[in-house]
């Protein structure tokens, strides 16, 4: 049973980073892409980017610059990093692991952060 | 990369089927074989229903199938129960390694 606990700050200053870090249990943490997901209250899904077991990273590239993912194989975690945030970014934050690939099978509990001065 | 476009609410009855859209370009839906289906409840994580356009994935009901014509994909879902009332959203692969969401749709089981 695969499962993803997610933990991280909850209020930010504007122009602070955001920081979020993922732990799996359960299955491999080889052989997937590890995968961050933002939804903004009320409104849709919006993928930030991924990285996988070789440390391979993707971005969207409206975020590309000021966002960081990394990984820590032996303690079978994942981390995001978000600089210069802004009120826009405020949204429930996600992670999550893909089935093979090009999907989102397992998430995280979410996490939301409030960028608010 | 503009988001792919869902109509913003869906509704049927009990038993009834209905069928949510999603529409994307040749750069994303039918470029490739690589959209997913999302159902969200109020508060709660997107739960993983379709993957690679139709398949679904082990423990969701053959209720819930997928299909893809052209530069659009659908989720139909039949036999509508009142627990399947939430948001859906697709997705599809984008090229050069990233994704593309749908804006969401509300299902209303009336």
């Known amino acids: 049973q695969v499962q993803l606990q997610q933990w991280g700050a909850g209020l930010l200053n504007p122009s602070e980073t955001l920081s979020l870090t993922c732990a799996v249990s359960?299955?491999?943490?080889?052989?997937?892409?590890w995968t961050w997901i933002r939804q903004p209250p009320g409104k849709g899904l919006e993928w930030i980017g991924e990285?996988?077991?070789?440390?391979?990273?993707n971005f969207n590239p409206s975020l590309k610059s000021r966002v960081t993912i990394s990984i820590d194989m032996s303690k079978k975690q994942f981390s995001l990093k978000l600089t210069s945030v802004t009120a826009a970014d405020t949204a429930v934050y996600y992670c999550a692991r893909s089935f093979a690939r090009y999907n989102f099978a397992y998430w995280g509990q979410g996490t939301l952060v409030t960028v608010s001065s | 990369q503009s988001a792919l476009t869902q109509p913003r609410s869906v509704s049927g009855s009990p038993g009834q089927s209905v069928t949510i859209s999603c529409t994307g370009t040749?750069?994303?839906?039918?470029?490739?074989?690589?959209v997913s289906w999302y159902q969200q409840h109020p508060g709660k994580a997107p739960k993983f229903l379709i993957y690679?356009?139709?398949k679904r994935p082990s423990g969701v009901p053959d209720r819930f199938s997928g299909s893809k014509s052209g530069n659009t994909a659908s989720l139909t879902i039949s036999g509508l129960q009142s627990e399947d009332e939430a948001d859906y959203y697709c997705c599809s692969y984008a090229g050069s390694y990233t994704f593309v969401f749908g804006g969401g749709t509300k299902l209303t089981v009336l």
């Open positions: 040749s750069n994303d839906v039918n470029g490739y074989n690589y």
């Open positions: 990285i996988n077991h070789t440390g391979d990273t």
């Open positions: 690679d356009v139709t």
């Open positions: 359960g299955g491999s943490f080889s052989g997937y892409y």
